[in-house]
């Protein structure tokens, strides 16, 4: 069966190793989730992937379409980089070293590599983790009448926005910025927007402030719309949006 570190662990990439695999198929729905997840580098797969998880969205054959999805676009999203603005790309794709003073929050031991402790892997940096779910959301496939047609219509109008984005984008900060406010103008609104990129989920996961303090200050300068609404939250707004 394929091994979790051959499809690598935040990699985004697993749809060859799996799909050419049959056993894949063959295992139980929950490892199977947790295969994806691996690629998807989510650190509490046991957690979101158990059967008896009755939280919205969760479960075996919830999160196994959730992960997959997000890896899918991902994947999208770094091979544009890659024709677009090369440079973007190798960061979108390099695992970062996790400040001294910011230890790893939650995780199941069992289901990170070893170096999980000390670096971030690329979909769990914020970008690599944000703009896919955010582009999901400008997509609306979970939404109801969305139609097929609307769906070709929203997906024209995200990529043209993933696309300039991209194009102009110098750090993956930047390009989760750009994508954000390009989107205000293709279907998303603010909190679609605030809810991935400000998300305390992946603080807790994560435990990363000064990436937070970084993208505020990114967002001020390359997303002022999205800025101006986040400025405007109460501190209660906030905490209901479980925005950092």
Known sequence: ??????IGFGSGSFVGQISGNAEFFNLPEQEQAKLIGWANSCPITDELTDPNNTNPGRGPEAMRQRYAEINVWFGFIYREAQRLNPELAK?????????????????EIENVPSWHKDKISPMGQLAGYAIPRIFVEQ????????????????????????????IQAQTPLELLALTGEGLLDADCSSNDVLKHSLS?????????PNTIEQYKEVMRTKAPRIWEAYSNLSEEDKAKGKLA
Do not use: C, F
């Open 200 to 208: 305390l989920g992946w603080i807790s996961e994560h435990n990363s």
């Open 139 to 166: 997509l609306g496939t979970h939404k109801e009448g969305v139609t097929r047609e609307i769906l070709i219509e929203r997906m024209d109008r995200g990529l043209a926005v993933v696309e300039s984005a991209i």
């Open 91 to 107: 960061q979108l794709l390099t695992s970062i070293d996790r400040h001294p003073d910011e230890p790893v929050g939650k995780y």
């Open 1 to 6: 069966m394929t091994s979790k570190e051959k």
